[in-house]
């Protein structure tokens, strides 16, 4: 089996951050990967590497430094074509922007075209895996798998479900949501890379039937994953409570129809009240943070320090197109911005670590993506710490790495990518 030997800078964790600090982290300036069949087999330093295995094809990145493919935790394909729309709060955003874009998936032609940009875009930004909202066509999943399938990447994803409160070109029902999402998880979960993600959009455009049936589904399912929306706008919450009125709160309408696990991942979660902070530890549910969305969208500020120490599961999420970047790195900038609005400079090896295995572990896939060590997909990127000018002129005078690659998380973007790799083979640069 051919071997490919890549020399660079490294970095990778043996702990977590949020717990070690930045210790958890290893550094080696001359650093080495290798790959054998789309896995990563061995690391460690590039001479004691290169000696052990001769025979190998060398790579060599130079002062690049070779990382894991940022993990997306949560985003839209669909909604692609419209990012960054100027103007509204997230139900106005909705209702003008979205579900008419989302109404064009109708057209499986369109949604393959979106589909593979959406992909392409990621993989130009260093995001090797995407976790996505679909729309409520069958063939809109479909589309999204089989471009990830085409380019060897992960993938997970799921048919949105909406039976209320959206228009008619994009309802469902309880019955056809849950037959569609179970012939489709028939047919994707487990395929290759692809994770089936049950997905009832929020609990606004669901009645309790469909929560119900969708709930029912997970239960028979349950290696599957389940995504949703979680306290994202205050407003939101209100028209919750009002729709949902036996509720305790906001999370009660999941937990009350089963969609309360450890399997299932919660987009936003920023106004949580006691109760579901609780329940959402207690349960092991994964709580996906989407700064650049939730400033785009004027949510709020994400409590990560409280989120922390209660110990709860994070993930890190562009949610495009209410985020406004395809970028991951431009994601941490965002996560530190708002952890400095509530007193809580985020470390960029706790801001690297959300992107790559923090997102991994709410999608249960930790040792497979997001890290790189031997067993692990070799799913990589290279990134450029002088892709700029004015980033070039700030790394070069850092002490160490982490104020090396500061400066890119803050200002980086597609150009700091220098290569992207899937299952060993070269995407990018
Ligand atoms: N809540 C329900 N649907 C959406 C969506 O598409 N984007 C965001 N940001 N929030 C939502
Ligand atoms: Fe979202």
Redesign the pocket.
């Known amino acids: 089996m051919t071997k490919t030997l890549h020399l660079g800078q490294t970095l990778s964790f043996t702990g977590d951050p949020f717990i070690e600090g930045p210790a958890a982290a290893t550094h080696s300036s001359r650093g080495a990967v290798l790959v054998e069949g789309g896995r990563v087999s061995a690391t460690g330093e590039a001479d004691a590497l290169r000696a052990a295995h001769p025979e190998a094809i060398v790579e060599d990145h130079g002062d690049g430094l070779i990382l894991p493919g940022f993990v997306d935790a949560h985003m ?1 394909y669909p ?1 692609t074509a419209m990012i960054a729309s100027w103007g509204k709060r ?1 139900i106005d955003w ?1 209702n003008s922007y ?1 579900f008419p874009e989302e109404g064009k998936f109708a057209d499986r032609a369109y949604a393959d075209e979106i589909a593979g940009r959406t992909l392409d875009l990621a993989l130009a930004h260093g995001t090797t895996t995407l976790t996505s ?1 679909c729309t409520i066509h069958p063939s809109s999943v479909d589309a999204f798998f089989e471009a990830a399938q085409a380019r060897g990447m992960a993938g997970f994803a799921g048919k949105t479900c909406m039976d209320r409160n959206a228009p008619d070109y994009l309802s469902d029902t309880s019955q056809s949501a849950y037959d569609d999402s179970k012939a489709l998880l028939e047919r994707w979960h487990g395929k290759g890379r692809a994770t089936y993600v049950i997905t009832p ?2 609990s606004p455009t669901s009645t309790p039937e469909q929560l119900e049936a969708l709930g029912a589904l997970w239960a028979e399912s349950p290696s599957c994953l389940m995504q949703t ?1 979680l306290s ?1 706008q205050v407003d939101e919450i209100e028209w919750v409570k009002s729709l949902y009125p036996q509720a305790r709160d906001y999370l009660d309408t999941y937990e009350a129809h089963g969609l309360l696990g450890e399997r299932g991942l919660y987009g936003h979660a920023i106004h949580l009240e006691p109760r579901e902070a609780d329940r959402l530890r207690e349960t092991g549910a994964g709580l996906v943070h989407c700064p650049t ?1 939730n400033t785009f ?1 004027g949510s709020g500020l994400f409590d990560m320090a409280a989120r922390v120490a209660e110990g709860q599961r994070i993930g890190l999420a562009s ?1 495009t197109g ?1 985020g406004s970047s395809f970028s991951m790195l431009r994601v941490m900038g965002a996560a530190y911005e708002i952890g400095q609005l509530k007193r809580n400079p985020i470390h960029p090896a706790q801001l690297l670590w959300l992107a790559t295995e923090g997102s991994a572990k709410v999608l249960h896939a930790e040792g497979e993506i997001g890290r790189l060590a031997p067993g692990a997909m070799a799913d990589m990127i290279v990134l450029d710490l002088a892709s700029t000018p004015g980033i070039a002129q700030r790394s070069a005078v850092a002490s160490d790495i982490w104020e090396a690659l500061f400066p890119t998380i803050m200002m980086g973007d597609d150009r700091a990518i220098a290569a992207t790799y899937v299952a060993g083979r070269r995407m990018k640069g």
Do not use: A, N, P, V
């Open positions: 839209h909604q997230l909705l979205t909202f959009r929020f929306h994202e969305s969208i949610d209410g």
